[in-house]
């Protein structure tokens, strides 16, 4: 698009949205028209481009929408092996970054004065190789793990400019799996686990379904494995065993709440049971089993766990009957000085009980050099202190905000003479950068992953350059050249080109990868007890609670909390938004004398942080729990600061309290400390979205048990359960094909809230920020409810709310998706003056911004509510900087004063109409695929022609025993069909 | 139809003697009209300067959005709609006496008929800014009116939105003649007595007026004629104000009693919003001979009556809450009276319901002082009453995971002492231009009087 610049596309993208939303403000704006058709791109078409997910290491394919040469929505790839087609909340996210306001325009150098400011490549390159060949040997590189071909040009530059050596770093890299996977089975790697094969899952703090290592895949996998259609006794147990609720636990059949850190007894205890009754399985030696678990005593463990014995028991009982069970180990939040003993017990358990080989693969050792230990980061960081680092290159990481404070790293970065910088958005790292060269964002590169064998995903560019960036493999390539070092190829490229011609490269790039079945070979067990021994894990500090910061399940380590979207979503479990906060439970807040966003001082050994109180009853009384990933002084999203600015910091850093102590095999770790808390006086209200979590009984979010989906028992669920008759949702005009509708299945729903992100991109829904959300007038089209159980008819009473329902090892936890219910009779329409929300033809509640005075009764009068209001001119403010080229120009950008709500994307519909139309037929089933239920990763949601018995949404409403409307009483027919939460007995696991 | 007055009856007390002598009805009602006392400039000063910030307000929240009102999900409707309601509510009393009472001959009202008229035009006047303001777009108002255009919009008639427009836009225009049909003969009598620029205003305004046969049998006619019009406004229009609420699904909205208990309360408040007014213009400008306590005596039983309605309307909305055994429904008044706005409820039933049963007391009917507190707590009582029905409502609906609180925001608060400042400043120029009492239909009971004889 020779003729287009940014500019003028930011001015086609604005002129629809703009003169609709402001139409008497607003001077008007020409619509500039291609003067140069520019090649297969037909404008109002999107192109389809198949890439892959840098956000996290799972590595999950995309497809990217591209309308006129703008990428503006990820959805996953249907042919990739690890999501099949789905994409998280923070994959649909990432788009973000290549629009980001946070985004370097160009290269910039320190000055004299020391400022950063702006350089020309060739100059900014040309200080790199001087400053290398000056470094004398003394220059590292540390930056994340890459795919293989930028890992072969990252190599390629370590030995061209003799760097000293290379870190690859990794805030949550999971040491101790690999280590205690190297120990058991002699392989340094990570398994692979596939939950679908398990019958019974014991989640030892894994948290597998959110902030696991593969999340989507897992999610999918578990939601199969558990479907009632399929299993008629609700398929796979799963069985939490943890110190707090977390968003896997929600999904559990039992909680066990152990100590926090007690994961390792328990897999030894259990280890121990299982060797009694069971034996080993052939091919292992009994002696060297027996001789590690030797010191394992079930009593003692329960104590120590803080469980009773008969939980473990329980426990013992479900593992030895359960015909394949398999053990999550611990992620993350559960990462104890004794994490490497501990994961090595757990896949020794899963040996034990046959899970590997079957639920678990191990694969082979990879070629990439797998993330650094913790120790080797401590040894730079020992090395940088005493001045024997002159030069540290830094790409994909922030090590300044994600190591702990007490590791000194920033003050050990001042000491660095040059600190080279490749990040595409600033951050606290590059801040602190002499250079900064920035990357493409992921939307503007080649490059390509293997996240494990078998699968090898691509990485294209699908738009031009935004601004002046360089792909970072380009710009090495180029400085090892200056150093005077041949590269093969002269462009990234080819470089990925060239690492794929084993294959069809076109068809490769057209496909998003080369995936293909690849036989894991299980090793064998290689136990040597004299290596590992189990210990306890240690704490360090006498406070007087355990101190979990665990994983944000949409900030990650902190590397997401720059995208809006993943801010403002409310946090699946606790639906806080915005900030970050300590859990307690309702008797430490008690005993400290505070509530619902009182600021409190947590203090560590290694520091203090201030944060406000979040108290629930689903964490033990022993613990104090906080999110990793807020706290951020850089950053347009991630600080409370704007563009340029520096606000404070957005919430807590929770590393910068963290001890920087390492397991036995030197890996990092999370859960090591013990911390006070102390009440300060202060209050800083949270963002909270969802104020009670009690349904009174009022039936929204509803359950039916395994027995009474088998006809074992029958149960009248008394007027809670709402049998729904069909025809009434037929809420069209009788000449009409179609009435769309929905079906919501709540039993596949974990509430992981991807389809909210891709509801906000797809919707063009603005982010309103923290005030706003505070005051609950966040734009989510769809939200998720939760609920505790059935719900009673006590609280509501509070000026200050707080979810009040959960209690230790409650698992009735309810997830319900709440999106407009289009209802056939709605009592939005009836009460419009102006008829800007009506009922069309094809049965749903169309929205015309244009007509809306703003009068909100509609809101009023949503018994679902759904709706929201524009109360500010979101539409042009809250798209800061290139974010406004992300906007699909299929949705109206609403203005100031007008209502809206989910519309079940009807720019889909009209999408899927006109080849419809074109070839004369009707709409066929599953050709509108709304973003929400593209999106989720457990196919929770059926999208259809209500007026199609054939179509998949009948088909699922018809599940008797589980459909029924929301609020059914109050007869306004919604088109949404929920299907009921199945509440299974986890004994049932060996159905 | 009171029968037009005897002629020479009325030329016996209306000629003038020699030298020109006034009578002792227009020096004492229209005195206010002269003189500038510096009490009156301040209290017009502040009521300006209020109407200025209530202005400007207003621009700003056109301007930048209705973020800056206090907004929360799930509460979509605040103290705007408060505020529209309860000055909607203040001007029922005005038409229930120059209507209502006209049609019953209910004499007494004639000395305090113009006061409650004014009060009328000036709370409609009022209470329609606030659907204005609480517009996402107020610049597009026009949409709410069903005009014949090319692109064939029309409006939803089944909303009470649409029903409250024209509700409202009836009322203000029947209240608006009302008053100046009535005000006519005693624009005329200033008129006879201004000189300068007053003269010349009160001369058109006055419409040639000579108080000719003619013209005093058109001008009953006139006034018969409009109370019959007018008449079934008080009930209607608050009627159609509450089913704005009770068209709705809102649990603690949707009730069959709301239209007579609107009513009631509309015309409880008004009567509490003239005392309010009356007993202070009564004092400040001496007209304790045309307002004497059996006035009072009269509008306080009006009171107690309207009350007890008002007492009946809350204790049957929960009876029916709890008898219903719909949970949402119970709910809601359940945290009406125990929830976060618990105090906004209690104030409503102290002040609406428990403080007014003191008017049992004949003493205390009669007693200025006391009425005028009384009024006082019974508009806080019925401000509050509005705020009860719509934000503990609202806060507290089917979905409980969408429950949440609203706290009107300083922007808002501005805007409500705004209006008040907005009220105050039509109601002291009112007091400044136009006799404050009905001259001609004071004249009228007092020759009455001096014809039959016997009490009012």
Known sequence: MPELDRRDFLKLVGVGAGTAATACSDPVEKLV??????????????TWYASTCMECSAACGLHVQSREGRPIKLEGNPEHPINRGKLCARGQASLGRTYHPDRYAGPLMRSAAGALESASWDDARAELVGRLKAAGGQAWIMGAPVGPSLDGVLTQFASAAGLAGRIVYEPFAHEALREGTRAVFGVASLPIFDVGEADLLIDLGSDFLDTGRSPVENSQQFADARDVKQNEHGGTRLISVGPRLDLTTTSADRWIPAKAGSEGLVALALA??????????AGIDAADVQGFLAASDAATAASRAGIERSDLDALVDA???????????????STTTSATSTAATVMLLNALIGAVGRSVVIPPEGDAPAAANFAEIKGLVDAMQAGKVKLLVIHDTNPVYSLPAELGFADALAKVDFVVSFASLKDETSEAAHLVLPDHSAMESWGDAAPRPGVRSLVQPTVRPLLDSQALGDTLLAVIRDLGTETP????????QNNWSDVAWRDALGRGGVFSDFAFETPSLVLDPAKLSFSTPKLAGDGEYTLIAFPHSFLADGSAATLPWLQEIPHPVTKLAWNSWVEVSFATAEKLGVGFGDVVKVTTPSGSLETSIFPRGAIRDDVIAIPIGQGHSVGFYASEGGPGESGGPRGANVISVLPATTDERGGRVWLGTKADVAKTGGFRRLALSQWTDNQRGRGLAQTVSVADLVGETHDDHGDSHHMIDFEASFDADPDQPYRWGMTIDNDRCNGCSACVAACYIENNIPVVGEEQAIMRREMSWIRIE??????DLTGGADRRPIPKGEKLGETDIRHIPMPCQHCGAAPCEAVCPTLATYHNVEGMNGMIYNRCAGTRYCANNCVYKVRRFNYWDYGHDNFPGLLGLMLSPDVTVRGQGVMEKCSYCVQRIEEARQPAKDEGREIRDGEVVTACQQSCPTNAITFGNLRDKESQVVKRGKEEKRAYHLLQELNTRPALTYLAQVSRDEQEGSH | MPPPPPATAVAESLRPLTPARDSQANIDIMAPTKGFPWQYWLALGVAVLGVINLFGMIAYQTYV????????????????IITFVFWIGIGHAGTLISAILFLFRAKWRNAVNRCAEALTVFAVITAALFPLLHLGRIWKLYFLMPYPNQRGLWVNFKSPLLWDVFAISTYMSISIVFFYIGLIPDIAIARDRATGVKKILYTILALGWQGTGPQWKAHSRSILHLSGLATPLVLSVHSVVSWDFAMSLVPGWHATIFAPYFVAGAVFGGFAMVLNVLIPVRRIFGLERYLTAYHFENMSRFILLTSTICGYAYMAEYFIAWYSQVEPESTSFWLRAFGPYWFSTWCMITFNVIFPQLLWIKRLRTNLPFLFILGVFINIGMWFERYVI??????????TGAWGLYIPSPVELAILAGSFCWFSMWFLIF?????????????ELVIHEKEHGGAH
Request: charged fraction near 15%.
């Open chain 1, 33 to 46: 028209p291609y003067v140069v058709q520019p090649e297969n791109v037909t404008p109002g078409l999107s």
């Open chain 2, 431 to 443: 007091l400044k231009v136009f006799p404050v009492i009905a001259i001609t239909e004071v004249k």
């Open chain 2, 65 to 80: 959005g209705l973020g800056v009102a206090g907004y929360q999900t799930p509460v979509f409707w605040g103290l705007y």
């Open chain 1, 489 to 496: 190829q002269s462009s990234f490229r080819d470089v990925v």
């Open chain 1, 319 to 333: 593992l030895v009957h359960a015909k394949h069970p398999l053990v999550m180990p611990p992620g993350v939040a």
């Open chain 2, 390 to 399: 719509i934000i503990t409502s609202l806060s507290r609906e089917y979905i």
């Open chain 1, 272 to 281: 121990k049971a299982v060797f009694d009754v069971r034996g080993v399985p």
């Open chain 1, 786 to 791: 939760r609920y505790v159980g059935e719900g």
